[in-house]
């Protein structure tokens, strides 16, 4: 089930009739208190959400979504386009961005990519460990020195992929499509909000992960 918080009635009816007819199942809701009532009666696998909307708006729904529950996915929506609001929307912990005006093309894409990512993660198993860090893919948890890290599912997957391939460096295109599953259109302020946020909820160990300048990011692979 696939969530949409949109209150523009052309907007929100064609993008759940896109959804719909691609065999997707999509509910749509004009106002937040709307949603919130859906949410107690069924977790979507995806939420898409604006940003502006009456009472209440969309980065402010995302935080509330946040505390109860890190690992859903989020897209935003909206019709801003500065580079300010999509940091402040990711820095919040949405997964992905989307401005408008946009094609239903584009936005099956990055809705397909992240629903994608989110079954892989539940399917996959196996642990990381790097000096004072641990990744277990299974528990979907992250340790530092034994400590529980709260990471979102995007910082989850970047920090996995970053731990499977130590000493390799990945460009932010080459992570941008491995992690989103889309690929790589100039924008890559994505990839360095997360790993900035990354960088600082792992504290001590944010250090691990390196900047080759020029190039992109690794996570070093010599560290015990």
Avoid at 13 to 28: D, W
Avoid at 113 to 135: I, K, P
Wanted: charge should be negative.
């Amino acid at each position: 089930m696939i969530y949409l918080v949109e209150d523009d009635n052309s907007i929100r009816e064609l993008v759940l009739y896109t959804l719909n007819s691609s065999g997707l199942e999509a509910e749509g809701f004009d106002r937040p208190s709307a949603f919130w009532a859906a949410l107690e009666r069924r977790s979507p696998d995806l939420v898409i959400l604006d940003i502006m909307l009456p009472e209440e708006d969309g980065l402010t729904i995302l935080k509330r979504l946040r505390e109860s529950d890190e690992n859903l996915p989020v897209m935003m929506l909206t019709a801003k386009s500065t580079e300010y609001d999509k940091v402040v929307g990711l820095d919040s912990g949405a997964d992905d961005y989307l401005a408008k005006p946009f094609g239903m093309m584009e936005l099956m894409a990055r809705v397909k990519a992240l629903l994608r990512r989110s079954v892989r993660q539940e399917e996959q198993a196996g642990q990381y460990s790097l000096g004072r860090l641990t990744l277990n893919i299974a528990e979907h948890t992250v340790k530092v020195d034994g400590e529980n890290i709260t990471l979102t599912l995007k910082e989850f997957e970047l920090l996995q992929l970053l731990l499977e391939h130590k000493g390799m460096v990945f460009s932010r295109d080459q992570l941008l499509n491995r992690v989103w599953g889309y690929a790589f259109d100039g924008e890559n302020r994505t990839v360095d909000v997360h790993i900035r946020t990354l960088r600082q909820k792992l504290g001590p160990c944010g250090d691990y992960i390196e900047t080759v300048r020029g190039v992109g990011y690794k996570i070093g692979g010599d560290i015990t």
